[in-house]
């Protein structure tokens, strides 16, 4: 099994990670749009077209299963995603969405992600698809600070102490009770134990790479060949020295090779 994974830069490559740990025995290909990022600035029809071609490239370099390890993309162009390819298709919002439905008993879900994600309000229809009620925070900051390296660092501390401290006031004005709160970001896996920290005891954290990866090796049980010597490729669109480098934090280990690749504008 040859398992593709999309991203518009690095932080799918905590969903990489976490698949490599789940389903060790699959090939995988890596690809970061870094040329054409941030998604979230761009409209739904541009997302759509980076999204989808960047979709065909890994099915033509063999993919066989396609993980869209990118909140933007599977928020705004899943569908447009799997019209485009003749292979599964899985975004990270729908597993978030899977994993809280079974974690929540109140029905009452938080999320914190990019400004984009939340403006298309993608896991709050997803959690409503699934009779649950979901608060949707925007943490703009996130990113930035995680991309600087300041994982344990006071500042990011005090940010996440920050913008938690106004969700749960949000959620008590809006009369929710909630105990999940899920990760709409696949930057934000890198400050999981941080964001445990600075929310109640009772609100359980759903890691999107996590139960994402999870997800998957559960879907494809059985349907993995385990290869004698697995292999994963990486591919960039621009700063192949820059993926090389950031997305080694990301991934956990070293990352020696990056295939640069033009899919046009």
């Known amino acids: 099994m040859k398992i593709g994974v999309f991203d518009s830069g690095f932080g799918g490559l905590t969903v ?11 090939d995988y290909i890596y690809l970061g749009d870094t040329a054409r990022l941030p998604y979230g600035a761009k ?5 759509a077209r980076y999204a989808t071609s960047s979709a065909r490239f890994l099915v033509a370099e063999g993919a066989e299963y396609l993980v869209i390890a990118c909140n933007t993309a599977s928020a705004l162009a899943l ?18 969405a899977n994993a809280a439905d079974g974690s929540s008993t109140t029905r009452d879900v938080l999320v914190i992600a990019t400004a984009a994600t939340v403006e298309s309000h993608a896991y709050a229809a997803a959690c409503e698809e699934r009779q649950m009620r979901a608060l949707e925070k925007a943490c703009p900051l996130l990113v930035p600070l995680v991309e600087e390296g300041w994982i ?16 749960m006031e949000q959620a008590r004005a809006a ?6 709160l899920v990760l709409g970001c696949t930057h934000y896996p890198l400050l999981r134990a941080q964001i445990e920290r600075a929310v109640p005891e009772r609100l359980r954290v759903i890691d ?40 080694s934090r ?8 990056v295939e640069l690749v033009d899919l046009g504008g």
């Open 152 to 167: 344990d660092h006071p500042v990011t501390a005090e940010v996440l102490r920050v913008y938690l401290s106004e969700l």
């Open 16 to 26: 990489l990670r976490a698949l490599l740990e789940h389903i060790p025995g699959a």
């Open 208 to 247: 999107s790479a996590e139960v994402t990866a999870e997800q998957v090796a559960k879907t494809l049980d059985g349907a993995v060949l385990h290869a004698d010597a697995p292999e994963t490729l990486f591919f960039a669109t621009d700063s192949v020295a820059k993926f090389r480098a950031l997305g």
């Open 79 to 96: 569908d447009a995603i799997r019209d485009a390819v003749a292979v599964p298709v899985l975004g990270v919002v729908e597993t978030g």
């Open 175 to 180: 009369a929710l009770d909630p105990d999940t």
């Open 43 to 47: 409209s739904r029809a541009t997302v």
């Open 250 to 257: 990301f991934l956990g280990r070293p990352i020696d090779g």
